[in-house]
């Protein structure tokens, strides 16, 4: 009786959902015509992006850190190849399976390896969940910073530039976020969320950093990467772990879209009660995160 429940509900949720869409069509069509406009990486738009690229005093190597279990093989690809088509050159990916039980997941992405020196694969013997998985990605990786990404989101080609060139311009940086928005089965996008600037207690609130989060490496390993036990809220528990290390110098906005969520069923851009098990998770990371900061002043 619980679970036909539960599948109504979520039925119920999933159709408001969908009529909250149809409401919103004006504003995905308005957002589309401004990304057409403003936001294209196009034959107008690469020079400068191109120059920008020559110009930059440092190029650090930044490891894109993408755990995958039974990825749906059409969207990982999408995944991957908007990695390798950054026009930034200088990234890895690492990638860790977390014992996906489809044999073509693991082929698939042997296969990609050889293609590319730079994608870099561990295959898990034991299903661990994603924090597991994502510190086994992380363990693969060489570079200075560590940029996380889902396996069937995307990046556009100038996301890992703005990157480093936010690096350069903040060498002591420890934390870097960007805007977002959602892409949905036909590769449109919508639903922009434009983020403030750095607000420590914002992060007590929500996850305000999300994607793009690109973290020092060194801070990473400093805090013991990601915690298992807060899977769903996984990103958001590292967020407020790492910024009690850092100074609100250290944590920077980028205020461009750099990270595209794709909208499926099952994920949490298109609904949260598609894993309602995050919710508990990110409450418990918040609670730990205020304990531990109790009458304590951030750096």
Known sequence: MSNYLSKLIMAVKMA???RLRRRREPQRIAYRQWVKINDEVNADTLPALLQLYAQLPRKPLISVIMPVYNAPLAWLD???ESVRQQIYQEWELCIADDCSPDPEVQSYLEKK???DARIKVTFRAVNGHISAASNSAIDLSHGEFLALMDQDDLIPKNALLHV???I???PDAGLIYSDEDKVDSEGLREAPTRKPGWQRATLTQYNSISHLGVYRKDLVREIGGFQVGYEGSQDHDL???CVERLSDAQIIHIPRVLYHWRIHENSTAHMQAAKPYALTARNRAIRDHLERTKGSRHP
Do not use: C, G, K, V
């Open 113 to 115: 390896a050889r293609e």
């Open 78 to 80: 999408d995944a991957i």
């Open 164 to 166: 480093a060139e936010s």
């Open 168 to 170: 350069n311009q903040h």
């Open 239 to 241: 967020a407020l772990r």
């Open 16 to 18: 408001n959902y969908q």
